[in-house]
């Protein structure tokens, strides 16, 4: 599943590419995704000169003067450069071409992506109004996640995950965030004290940060190579873990199943 690292390196080897450009033509050859994509949208699209390539949370929005194109990876989906000529793949949905030898490439085999049409403001969407703070944004902070928990029952890695209380943070994301501030993930979110939600706050961006450096480093191949979605080498130092010696305590790392997410932490180092 593409993360918000993915979505934010995507965005940021499309947009010098992109931005002030104009799509030659877009061709729909297969729009059945999470909602149909428009059959408008090559009309809407023609002609267009693209103003700003922008992300909220997992959401990519082409911003256009008469309105935004929104799209969304979904379960497997992929934007790629691919040269003007290049045979098809299988699941490439959507095309579109610029002006030149290059052309977009949409490609989603599992169809929970999403590309859509919007017109005025889109952050006033429904699928972006209610979002949380951005992670790596000034308004996530020791105090914003403080009042997002305060007086929940549920997990703090649970909560955590939820888009309300801030966007963009995976399941493999929040175990290794969780560790980092030494945090177990099973406490209720209410039962964090001050100094532990701003250790959290932290290790939530010095993950996210990581998992983006190590995509900026294969930024080019990213963008005009395979283009494939998947999980950045982020060294993890619990998830995917069970068993293994912590890299701080050599404790056994455990796992157990939480809001029916695989969730791995240190007994020791979380306590
Ligand atoms: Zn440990």
Redesign the pocket.
């Known amino acids: 599943v593409p993360e918000l690292p993915e979505v934010e390196t995507t965005r940021r080897g499309l947009a010098p590419l992109l931005v002030g450009r104009t799509f030659r033509s877009v061709e729909i050859r297969d729009g059945r995704l999470r909602e149909p994509v428009p059959t408008a949208l090559p009309a809407l699209l023609a002609d267009r000169r693209l103003g700003a390539l922008e992300r909220r949370a997992k959401y990519l929005l082409f911003r256009y003067a008469h309105g935004t194109l929104l799209l969304h990876l979904g379960m497997s989906g992929s934007l790629r450069l691919a040269p003007r000529g290049e045979p098809l793949r299988r699941h490439d949905h959507l095309r579109f071409t610029l002006v030149g030898s290059r052309e977009l490439r949409f490609h989603d085999p599992r169809r929970f992506g999403l590309c859509v049409w919007l017109t005025g403001d889109p952050l006033l969407d429904a699928r972006l109004a209610r979002l949380g703070p951005e992670p790596l944004g000034d308004e996530f902070d020791g105090d914003s996640l403080r009042a997002a928990l305060r007086g929940r029952k549920a997990a703090v890695k649970v909560l955590l995950m939820d888009p309300a209380v801030v966007v963009g943070v995976g399941n493999i994301y929040a175990s290794e965030a969780l560790f980092r501030a030494g945090i177990r993930p099973a406490r209720a979110g209410g039962s964090l004290r001050t100094a532990e939600t701003e250790r959290l706050v932290a290790a939530v961006r010095e993950v996210l940060l990581a998992a983006l450096r190590a995509g900026g480093t294969t930024l080019r191949d990213y963008v005009d190579g395979g283009g494939e979605a998947g999980a950045f080498r982020v060294r993890l130092r619990v998830y995917g873990r069970a068993g293994e010696a912590?890299t701080?305590?050599a404790?056994p790392i455990r796992c157990r199943v939480l809001g029916q997410r695989s969730t791995f932490w240190?007994p020791?180092?979380q306590g």
Request: aromatic fraction near 0%; include cysteine; hydrophobic fraction near 30%.
């Open positions: 912590c701080v305590c404790a240190c020791t180092c």
